[in-house]
């Protein structure tokens, strides 16, 4: 088996000071597709729902894009995260890295 890196980002589509999607999650994850797509990086998307507490103590639900990217990649995972947490005014977005044991079958 291999070792190889795995980076999963997490982000949602509600504006961080409205509350409301400025983008739907379609409109995101055609986006992120067609960067991965331009720039020929392994991936793959899933919608998701999440929660938060919010800074104003209101329990939030939204709709989610989850990106998985395995594998080496010459993508900066977090530049991609911060011009997606941008993109979507997003107080933030959650990038996870972990280190995984693959095999191609």
């Known amino acids: 088996m291999k070792e190889t890196i795995e980076y999963e980002i997490y982000i949602g589509c509600r504006d961080s000071k409205t509350l409301n999607e400025v983008a739907g999650l379609k409109e995101l994850r055609d986006m992120v597709v067609s960067y991965f797509d331009r720039n020929k990086v392994d991936f793959s998307v899933v919608n998701a729902t999440g929660g938060y507490l ?42 996870v890295r972990n280190c995984v044991k693959s095999r191609i079958m």
């Open 54 to 95: 919010h800074d104003d103590g209101v329990f939030v639900m939204e709709d989610t894009l989850w990106i998985t990217i395995i594998g080496d990649s010459a993508t900066d995972i977090t530049g991609l995260a911060e011009r997606l947490a941008m993109f979507m005014n997003q107080e933030s977005a959650l990038v």
